[in-house]
């Protein structure tokens, strides 16, 4: 949460994050808010964890392409 507060109170878990982002934006003018795109894109996958779940359904298709893989290799023909 913004307001620094988790949900069972001490510090949140992207309280950190929009930290940062906030010494990012008022340390450089709005125009220049490009340089704060990386805090910004860090404040946002802390919050919805987008990136992670992309790159653990790659891996679990990956995983299962090659369970299949493994399934052919070892007798020669598919399951």
Do not use: W
Request: hydrophobic share 30%.
């Amino acid at each position: 949460m913004s307001s620094g507060f988790g949900i069972r109170g001490g510090i949140g878990r992207c309280y950190p994050f929009y930290a940062d982002l906030k010494e990012c934006l008022k340390s450089n003018e709005t125009e220049n808010a490009v340089v704060c795109r990386p805090m910004r894109e860090d404040y946002f996958e802390c919050l919805h964890h987008n990136k992670e779940y992309q790159m653990v359904s790659a891996v679990m298709v990956q995983q299962k392409k090659n369970e299949e893989l493994e399934k052919v290799s070892s007798d020669g023909h598919v399951h």
